[in-house]
């Protein structure tokens, strides 16, 4: 069965850089998600997108935009990065909202 | 607001072993309720879930009931292997508010052959 895709899997950038993110969701899901994950810590909810609009939004920084394109795959922009944005970053989708939420592998992001 | 609370351990088991983790939360509404593993250096996984009272979710061997009159989702197995070890999750969806999986800190399990 096809999986939540996200590239890429690692990413280095320097402070203050940018930083691109994609996930492409299970076909036919319409519900996407962005989590952040520091080490050794439970995944924090970002943000959310369902048809194409943001759903819901959690404790993602000013400097952190996303939006979900017309087939379904969403991008979540960094700018200005700071060390403390070193995290495994998650995207997840679901078939509509309140459904249990299918992970992709993670984009490791590391600021030097 | 909604949380959850679980073990946090480590946990650390032999093979063959019986597996309890606890979990209990908070929520406004009627959540739903997730088992979520993750693999080192992978991503989560759902394990199990349970959308209402008294509903088991089982996979792998793990089970969980949904317990609303002591708000808990303890997972269980009945015999563990070194293939278990990992960091679980439980989680929550808090049906009409947030979509948002609101997660617990996560208890690592390490199985000894």
């Known amino acids: 069965a096809a999986g939540v895709i996200q590239s890429p899997r690692h990413l280095i950038k320097e402070k203050r850089e940018t930083a691109t993110l994609k996930c492409y969701p299970i076909?036919?899901?319409?519900?996407v998600y962005w989590y952040q994950q520091g080490p050794g810590q439970d995944p924090q909810f970002l943000i959310s997108f369902y048809e194409k609009m943001q759903s819901d939004k959690g404790s993602i920084p000013d400097r952190f935009s996303a939006q979900q394109f017309s087939d379904y795959h969403s991008e979540l922009n960094m700018s200005s990065l700071e060390l403390g944005d070193s995290a495994l970053y998650f995207c997840?989708?679901?078939?509509?909202?309140?459904?249990?939420?299918?992970f992709g592998p993670g984009t490791r992001l590391t600021v030097l | 607001g909604n949380s959850v609370t679980q073990m946090e351990g480590p946990v650390t088991l032999s093979e063959e072993a019986f597996l309890t983790i606890n979990c209990t939360y908070t929520?406004?509404?009627?959540?739903?309720l997730f088992w979520y593993v993750q693999y080192p250096g992978e991503g989560l996984q759902l394990l199990l879930k349970a959308t209402k009272a008294d509903d088991k979710g089982s996979n792998k061997g793990f089970e969980a009931t949904y317990r609303k009159e002591t708000t808990s989702f303890h997972l269980e197995k009945g015999s563990v292997q070194v293939s278990d070890s990992a960091v679980y999750f439980c989680?929550?969806?808090?049906?009409?508010?947030?979509?948002?999986?609101?997660f617990g800190k996560g208890t690592k399990l390490t199985v000894n052959p």
């Open positions: 989680a929550l969806i808090s049906q009409g508010g947030s979509e948002k999986l609101v």
């Open positions: 929520a406004t509404g009627y959540p739903s």
């Open positions: 076909p036919r899901h319409d519900t």
């Open positions: 997840a989708s679901s078939l509509n909202t309140y459904n249990e939420q299918f």
